[in-house]
Nanobody, 122 residues
Framework: DVQLQASGGGLVRPGGSLTLSCTAS????????RGWFRRAPGKEREWVAS????????YYSDSVKGRFTISRDSAKNIVYLQMNKMKPEDTAVYYC???????????????WGQGTQVTVSS
């Protein structure tokens, strides 16, 4: 079974940085796409970024483009989300997911990790 474990959340000041990690079980290697999603208080879950291990391409939502970076350590099978220049509106529970298509549609992701809370506040 595929298991994902997200970690690295916490409290950060506006303008600060934080890195999230998503550790996956070996069975996740069958799924080429990794995604990060988030759910802000009172809002629906939204896509943040994706990584396609088939070609190394990355994709970002407009709200985080230029500030967040998704990457993968293939040897460790860990996907990271480096978040810079953070804003209060980045406050959310962040989820990592694995699937076969690196898009923004959460229906294309088959496995999800538990969320990790990120709070951006002064």
């Amino acid at each position: 079974d595929v298991q994902l474990q997200a970690s690295g959340g916490g409290l950060v000041r506006p303008g600060g940085s934080l890195t999230l990690s998503c550790t996956a079980s070996k069975y996740s290697l069958d799924y080429s796409a990794r995604g990060w999603f988030r759910r802000a208080p009172g809002k629906e879950r939204e896509w943040v970024a994706s990584y396609d291990s088939n070609d190394g391409r990355t994709y970002y939502s407009d709200s985080v483009k230029g500030r967040f970076t998704i990457s993968r350590d293939s040897a460790k099978n860990i996907v990271y989300l480096q978040m810079n220049k953070m804003k209060p509106e980045d406050t959310a529970v962040y989820y990592c997911a694995a699937g076969s298509w690196a898009g923004g549609n959460e229906a294309m992701y088959d496995y999800w990790g538990q969320g990790t809370q990120v709070t951006v506040s002064s």
